[in-house]
Protein backbone atom coordinates (compact mmCIF):
# COMPACT_ATOMS: atom_id res chain seq x y z
CA UNK A 1 0.00 0.00 0.00
CA UNK A 2 0.98 3.11 -0.89
CA UNK A 3 1.35 6.03 1.99
CA UNK A 4 0.61 9.56 1.42
CA UNK A 5 2.98 12.15 -0.50
CA UNK A 6 6.35 12.54 1.72
CA UNK A 7 5.79 9.74 4.15
CA UNK A 8 8.74 7.54 2.92
CA UNK A 9 6.22 4.80 1.79
CA UNK A 10 5.02 4.22 5.42
CA UNK A 11 1.22 3.60 5.55
CA UNK A 12 -1.07 6.55 7.97
CA UNK A 13 -1.87 5.45 10.88
CA UNK A 14 -5.50 6.49 10.29
CA UNK A 15 -5.38 4.56 7.04
CA UNK A 16 -4.40 1.54 9.17
CA UNK A 17 -7.44 1.74 11.91
CA UNK A 18 -9.78 2.38 9.07
CA UNK A 19 -8.83 -0.94 7.81
CA UNK A 20 -9.12 -2.82 10.94
CA UNK A 21 -12.91 -0.95 11.25
CA UNK A 22 -13.96 -1.95 7.98
CA UNK A 23 -12.61 -5.84 8.85
CA UNK A 24 -14.23 -6.02 12.17
CA UNK A 25 -17.51 -4.96 10.43
CA UNK A 26 -17.27 -7.60 7.66
CA UNK A 27 -16.61 -10.28 10.88
CA UNK A 28 -19.51 -9.20 12.26
CA UNK A 29 -21.83 -9.52 9.29
CA UNK A 30 -20.20 -12.66 7.99
CA UNK A 31 -21.25 -14.26 11.59
CA UNK A 32 -24.54 -13.13 11.42
CA UNK A 33 -25.02 -15.28 8.11
CA UNK A 34 -23.19 -18.05 9.74
CA UNK A 35 -25.71 -17.82 12.21
CA UNK A 36 -28.66 -17.32 10.11
CA UNK A 37 -27.59 -20.47 8.12
CA UNK A 38 -27.17 -22.35 11.20
CA UNK A 39 -30.99 -21.41 12.61
CA UNK A 40 -30.34 -19.21 15.46
CA UNK A 41 -31.71 -15.96 14.57
CA UNK A 42 -32.28 -14.98 17.90
CA UNK A 43 -27.95 -15.19 18.93
CA UNK A 44 -26.31 -11.93 17.95
CA UNK A 45 -22.80 -11.05 17.38
CA UNK A 46 -20.57 -8.74 19.49
CA UNK A 47 -16.94 -7.68 18.43
CA UNK A 48 -14.57 -8.05 21.55
CA UNK A 49 -11.46 -7.37 19.66
CA UNK A 50 -9.31 -6.56 16.06
CA UNK A 51 -6.26 -7.37 16.29
CA UNK A 52 -4.56 -10.32 15.13
CA UNK A 53 -7.66 -11.79 14.67
CA UNK A 54 -11.49 -10.30 15.67
CA UNK A 55 -12.65 -12.07 17.81
CA UNK A 56 -16.53 -12.02 18.28
CA UNK A 57 -19.05 -12.38 21.03
CA UNK A 58 -22.13 -14.59 21.30
CA UNK A 59 -25.03 -13.18 22.65
CA UNK A 60 -28.43 -14.55 23.47
CA UNK A 61 -27.73 -17.71 23.77
CA UNK A 62 -30.21 -20.38 24.47
CA UNK A 63 -30.30 -21.44 28.26
CA UNK A 64 -28.06 -24.00 29.02
CA UNK A 65 -25.80 -23.63 26.25
CA UNK A 66 -21.87 -22.70 26.52
CA UNK A 67 -20.55 -19.45 25.74
CA UNK A 68 -18.64 -19.12 22.92
CA UNK A 69 -16.80 -16.88 20.69
CA UNK A 70 -15.61 -16.85 16.33
CA UNK A 71 -12.55 -15.98 15.83
CA UNK A 72 -11.52 -15.09 11.59
CA UNK A 73 -7.89 -13.92 10.99
CA UNK A 74 -6.32 -10.26 10.21
CA UNK A 75 -3.14 -9.96 9.62
CA UNK A 76 -2.36 -13.75 10.27
CA UNK A 77 -4.07 -15.17 6.57
CA UNK A 78 -2.20 -12.29 4.52
CA UNK A 79 1.16 -13.37 5.94
CA UNK A 80 0.37 -16.86 5.57
CA UNK A 81 -0.17 -16.42 2.20
CA UNK A 82 -3.23 -18.48 2.69
CA UNK A 83 -5.89 -18.70 -0.07
CA UNK A 84 -9.28 -18.67 2.45
CA UNK A 85 -10.91 -21.79 0.21
CA UNK A 86 -8.06 -24.09 1.39
CA UNK A 87 -7.85 -23.21 4.94
CA UNK A 88 -5.92 -25.96 6.14
CA UNK A 89 -3.70 -23.98 9.19
CA UNK A 90 -7.36 -23.58 10.48
CA UNK A 91 -7.80 -27.59 10.49
CA UNK A 92 -4.85 -27.87 11.85
CA UNK A 93 -5.08 -25.68 14.43
CA UNK A 94 -8.75 -26.51 15.30
CA UNK A 95 -7.19 -30.19 15.06
CA UNK A 96 -4.39 -29.75 17.61
CA UNK A 97 -6.46 -28.32 20.03
CA UNK A 98 -9.07 -31.10 19.82
CA UNK A 99 -6.39 -33.69 20.67
CA UNK A 100 -5.08 -31.66 23.20
CA UNK A 101 -8.18 -30.42 25.09
CA UNK A 102 -9.42 -34.07 24.82
CA UNK A 103 -6.58 -35.39 26.59
CA UNK A 104 -7.27 -32.78 29.44
CA UNK A 105 -4.23 -30.39 28.92
CA UNK A 106 -4.89 -26.57 29.55
CA UNK A 107 -5.91 -25.38 26.01
CA UNK A 108 -9.44 -23.35 24.77
CA UNK A 109 -11.43 -26.27 23.21
CA UNK A 110 -13.20 -25.70 19.94
CA UNK A 111 -16.62 -25.66 20.01
CA UNK A 112 -18.34 -29.16 19.63
CA UNK A 113 -21.09 -30.05 16.74
CA UNK A 114 -23.76 -30.06 19.79
CA UNK A 115 -22.90 -26.47 20.30
CA UNK A 116 -24.85 -23.36 18.57
CA UNK A 117 -22.34 -23.56 16.38
CA UNK A 118 -19.98 -26.02 15.24
CA UNK A 119 -15.54 -25.40 15.51
CA UNK A 120 -15.43 -25.21 11.13
CA UNK A 121 -13.39 -23.41 9.50
CA UNK A 122 -16.60 -22.18 8.05
CA UNK A 123 -15.98 -19.79 4.60
CA UNK A 124 -18.15 -16.90 4.79
CA UNK A 125 -18.00 -13.95 2.43
CA UNK A 126 -14.47 -14.97 1.63
CA UNK A 127 -13.36 -15.11 5.64
CA UNK A 128 -12.48 -18.10 7.42
CA UNK A 129 -14.42 -18.28 10.60
CA UNK A 130 -13.35 -21.22 13.38
CA UNK A 131 -15.89 -21.31 16.75
CA UNK A 132 -14.17 -21.93 20.21
CA UNK A 133 -15.90 -22.46 23.82
CA UNK A 134 -15.40 -18.73 25.63
CA UNK A 135 -13.11 -18.19 28.32
CA UNK A 136 -12.51 -15.11 30.54
CA UNK A 137 -9.69 -12.74 30.82
CA UNK A 138 -7.08 -13.86 33.92
CA UNK A 139 -7.04 -11.68 36.89
CA UNK A 140 -3.33 -10.26 38.07
CA UNK A 141 -3.68 -12.48 41.22
CA UNK A 142 -4.55 -15.52 38.69
CA UNK A 143 -1.90 -14.65 36.19
CA UNK A 144 1.11 -15.64 38.09
CA UNK A 145 4.57 -16.73 37.03
CA UNK A 146 4.02 -19.69 39.02
CA UNK A 147 1.05 -20.37 37.80
CA UNK A 148 1.72 -19.59 33.67
CA UNK A 149 4.89 -22.09 34.46
CA UNK A 150 2.81 -25.18 35.45
CA UNK A 151 0.38 -24.23 32.96
CA UNK A 152 3.12 -24.45 29.99
CA UNK A 153 4.67 -27.21 31.64
CA UNK A 154 1.16 -28.92 31.45
CA UNK A 155 0.87 -28.10 27.40
CA UNK A 156 4.54 -29.24 26.84
CA UNK A 157 3.57 -32.88 28.61
CA UNK A 158 0.65 -33.46 26.37
CA UNK A 159 2.43 -32.21 23.26
CA UNK A 160 5.14 -34.67 23.92
CA UNK A 161 2.26 -37.27 23.62
CA UNK A 162 0.54 -35.55 20.70
CA UNK A 163 -0.05 -38.15 17.77
CA UNK A 164 -0.19 -35.01 15.13
CA UNK A 165 3.23 -33.51 15.60
CA UNK A 166 4.99 -34.71 12.93
CA UNK A 167 2.56 -32.84 10.50
CA UNK A 168 3.19 -29.64 12.13
CA UNK A 169 5.73 -26.91 10.27
CA UNK A 170 8.86 -27.04 12.06
CA UNK A 171 9.40 -23.40 14.03
CA UNK A 172 6.94 -22.06 11.83
CA UNK A 173 6.95 -18.97 12.93
CA UNK A 174 10.46 -18.32 13.10
CA UNK A 175 11.17 -19.65 9.44
CA UNK A 176 8.52 -20.05 7.06
CA UNK A 177 5.94 -17.52 8.54
CA UNK A 178 8.96 -15.01 8.93
CA UNK A 179 9.96 -15.31 5.29
CA UNK A 180 5.98 -14.55 4.12
CA UNK A 181 5.72 -11.63 6.87
CA UNK A 182 9.27 -9.90 5.01
CA UNK A 183 7.78 -10.68 1.67
CA UNK A 184 4.68 -9.10 2.61
CA UNK A 185 6.51 -6.05 4.15
CA UNK A 186 7.84 -5.20 0.30
CA UNK A 187 6.52 -1.68 0.74
CA UNK A 188 9.32 -0.89 2.90
CA UNK A 189 11.58 -0.76 0.50
CA UNK A 190 10.50 2.61 -0.39
CA UNK A 191 10.55 3.78 3.33
CA UNK A 192 13.87 2.61 4.11
CA UNK A 193 15.51 0.30 1.36
CA UNK A 194 18.07 -1.16 3.47
CA UNK A 195 15.73 -2.55 6.50
CA UNK A 196 14.89 -5.83 4.47
CA UNK A 197 18.38 -6.74 3.47
CA UNK A 198 19.03 -6.19 7.05
CA UNK A 199 16.06 -8.71 8.62
CA UNK A 200 17.05 -11.19 5.96
CA UNK A 201 20.56 -11.45 6.73
CA UNK A 202 19.42 -11.51 10.35
CA UNK A 203 17.21 -14.10 9.64
CA UNK A 204 19.88 -16.40 8.06
CA UNK A 205 22.17 -15.85 10.95
CA UNK A 206 19.94 -16.76 13.62
CA UNK A 207 17.32 -19.28 12.26
CA UNK A 208 20.04 -21.29 10.12
CA UNK A 209 21.45 -22.60 13.09
CA UNK A 210 18.38 -23.33 14.89
CA UNK A 211 16.68 -25.15 11.85
CA UNK A 212 20.37 -27.72 11.64
CA UNK A 213 19.68 -28.36 15.27
CA UNK A 214 19.25 -31.66 16.22
CA UNK A 215 15.32 -32.46 16.57
CA UNK A 216 15.08 -35.22 18.71
CA UNK A 217 13.51 -33.28 21.60
CA UNK A 218 11.04 -31.36 18.99
CA UNK A 219 7.23 -31.76 19.84
CA UNK A 220 4.07 -29.77 19.44
CA UNK A 221 4.70 -26.42 21.04
CA UNK A 222 2.59 -23.31 21.68
CA UNK A 223 4.55 -20.92 19.51
CA UNK A 224 4.04 -18.04 20.61
CA UNK A 225 3.40 -18.53 24.77
CA UNK A 226 3.35 -15.22 26.23
CA UNK A 227 0.82 -13.87 29.22
CA UNK A 228 -1.62 -12.18 26.63
CA UNK A 229 -2.51 -15.84 25.32
CA UNK A 230 -4.21 -17.29 28.22
CA UNK A 231 -7.34 -16.97 29.36
CA UNK A 232 -9.22 -18.29 32.40
CA UNK A 233 -12.01 -21.43 31.44
CA UNK A 234 -13.50 -24.12 34.07
CA UNK A 235 -11.53 -22.58 37.00
CA UNK A 236 -7.51 -22.82 35.58
CA UNK A 237 -4.96 -21.15 33.20
CA UNK A 238 -5.58 -22.24 30.08
CA UNK A 239 -3.54 -21.22 26.61
CA UNK A 240 -5.79 -19.49 23.49
CA UNK A 241 -4.79 -19.04 19.86
CA UNK A 242 -2.53 -22.08 18.50
CA UNK A 243 -2.29 -20.93 15.69
CA UNK A 244 1.54 -20.35 15.67
CA UNK A 245 1.88 -23.93 17.05
CA UNK A 246 4.37 -25.78 15.53
CA UNK A 247 6.95 -28.56 15.62
CA UNK A 248 10.27 -27.31 17.75
CA UNK A 249 11.55 -27.71 21.41
CA UNK A 250 10.38 -26.87 24.46
CA UNK A 251 13.09 -24.56 24.46
CA UNK A 252 10.97 -21.87 21.95
CA UNK A 253 8.22 -21.34 23.93
CA UNK A 254 10.56 -21.15 27.35
CA UNK A 255 12.50 -18.22 25.66
CA UNK A 256 8.79 -16.40 24.61
CA UNK A 257 8.05 -16.74 28.24
CA UNK A 258 11.20 -15.64 29.46
CA UNK A 259 11.84 -13.02 27.23
CA UNK A 260 7.75 -11.49 28.15
CA UNK A 261 7.58 -7.92 29.40
CA UNK A 262 4.12 -8.96 30.86
CA UNK A 263 5.24 -11.75 33.69
CA UNK A 264 8.68 -12.65 36.20
CA UNK A 265 10.02 -14.87 33.27
CA UNK A 266 12.79 -16.48 35.58
CA UNK A 267 10.23 -16.97 38.36
CA UNK A 268 7.73 -18.89 35.85
CA UNK A 269 10.84 -20.83 34.30
CA UNK A 270 11.46 -21.81 37.89
CA UNK A 271 7.59 -23.24 38.43
CA UNK A 272 8.06 -24.74 34.82
CA UNK A 273 11.33 -26.84 36.51
CA UNK A 274 9.29 -27.34 39.89
CA UNK A 275 6.26 -29.35 37.56
CA UNK A 276 8.65 -31.31 35.68
CA UNK A 277 10.91 -29.42 33.61
CA UNK A 278 13.29 -29.96 32.34
CA UNK A 279 14.39 -26.18 32.31
CA UNK A 280 17.40 -25.56 29.98
CA UNK A 281 20.43 -23.39 31.38
CA UNK A 282 19.66 -20.24 30.46
CA UNK A 283 22.52 -19.49 28.00
CA UNK A 284 20.55 -22.30 26.01
CA UNK A 285 18.03 -19.94 25.89
CA UNK A 286 20.00 -17.18 24.35
CA UNK A 287 19.24 -18.84 20.90
CA UNK A 288 15.56 -19.01 21.06
CA UNK A 289 15.40 -15.43 22.78
CA UNK A 290 17.28 -14.03 19.75
CA UNK A 291 14.83 -15.48 17.10
CA UNK A 292 11.80 -14.38 18.94
CA UNK A 293 13.44 -10.66 18.83
CA UNK A 294 14.26 -11.29 15.17
CA UNK A 295 10.28 -11.88 14.96
CA UNK A 296 9.52 -8.59 16.70
CA UNK A 297 11.56 -7.18 14.32
CA UNK A 298 9.89 -7.96 11.64
CA UNK A 299 6.43 -7.52 13.10
CA UNK A 300 7.76 -4.21 14.09
CA UNK A 301 8.95 -3.37 11.12
CA UNK A 302 5.37 -4.52 8.86
CA UNK A 303 3.31 -2.12 11.18
CA UNK A 304 5.98 0.50 11.22
CA UNK A 305 3.84 4.17 11.09
CA UNK A 306 6.76 6.59 11.79
CA UNK A 307 10.48 6.85 11.18
CA UNK A 308 11.01 6.23 14.67
CA UNK A 309 9.28 2.97 14.35
CA UNK A 310 12.04 1.60 11.73
CA UNK A 311 15.00 2.97 14.19
CA UNK A 312 13.61 0.94 16.54
CA UNK A 313 13.74 -2.15 14.11
CA UNK A 314 16.76 -1.10 12.97
CA UNK A 315 18.36 -0.75 16.91
CA UNK A 316 16.91 -4.47 17.36
CA UNK A 317 18.82 -5.54 14.58
CA UNK A 318 22.24 -4.03 15.79
CA UNK A 319 21.61 -6.43 18.36
CA UNK A 320 20.78 -9.39 16.45
CA UNK A 321 23.80 -8.83 13.66
CA UNK A 322 26.37 -8.53 16.89
CA UNK A 323 25.18 -10.92 18.53
Known amino acids: MTGEPGDGGLEPAAAF??????????????????????????????????????????????????????????????????????????????????????????????????????AGPHLVDGLVLTVWRAGRAPRPDELTPQALGGALHALHAAGRRDPGAAALPPLGPVAGDLDLLLATAARLRAADPGLLERLHEARAAVTGPLLAADRTTWQAVHGDAHPGNVLVLGGRLVWNDLEDACLAPPAWDLGTLRSSARTDGAAALRAYGAAGGPVPDPAALVPWVAARDLQRAAWTALRARTPAGLAEVHALLDGLLAA
Open 17 to 118: EGRRERRTAQVLAAVGRLLAAHGRPGVRARALSARANVVVALDGLPAGAAPLVVRSPTRTDLLAGQDPADPWRHHQELGLARRLADGGAPVVPPATDDDVLP
